[in-house]
């Protein structure tokens, strides 16, 4: 890894710490950007313009940053970033291979670190929820079908008052 320029350690919050600096021509749309810093809390563009003299920065926090896809070439590779609130997404491209492989995993482990738990299920999958009254209205359904009348022909239990099997329709 090359040496982070003073200019971005000014920058860096207290806790921030630089993983991964990549210094290469990257064109964002619209944007000439000079180098990329990922850091344990977001990543930060570094935009030179007035001939080097003046820098401009754009950073985003892993919290705005929904998914991260990796497409990897022959010998140069991109990483996109979908943002969580719409807009253009942040765009690395023409990174060699190396570089682009660091980038992408600590782009999903920082994403995966700073998504909302309950917004993310095993494996990056959304978790399956039910509503509170969704919840309680099958509690009270499990409570009745467990004191219902039981089958003879299979064992299973049905709710109180039915006069069918819920599980195989035989008469009760």
Do not use: W
């Not at 993983?19 to 990922?38: A, C, G, R, T, W």
């Amino acid at each position: 890894m090359e040496a982070v320029p003073s200019d971005i350690s000014k920058i860096l919050g207290p806790s921030e710490q630089v993983q991964l600096f990549i210094k290469e021509k990257i064109y964002h749309p619209k944007i000439n950007v000079d180098s990329v810093v990922l850091t344990n809390q977001r990543i930060i563009l570094r935009h030179p313009h007035a001939l080097g003299m003046k820098k401009d920065y754009t950073d985003y926090s892993y919290a705005d940053i929904a998914n991260a896809i990796f497409d990897k070439g022959l010998l140069r590779s991109s990483v996109k970033c979908v943002l969580r609130f719409g807009g253009d997404p942040l765009h690395l491209g023409d990174l060699p291979n190396s570089a682009a492989e660091k980038a992408y995993g600590i782009i999903r482990e920082n994403i995966a670190r700073f998504q909302n738990p309950l917004t993310v299920g095993a494996y990056g999958m959304a978790p399956v929820s039910y509503p509170a009254y969704q919840q309680q209205a099958t509690a009270s359904a499990v409570a009745a079908a467990a004191s219902g009348p039981v089958c003879k022909k299979c064992g299973g239990t049905s709710a109180q008052g039915s006069r069918f099997c819920s599980s195989c329709g035989q008469s009760l």
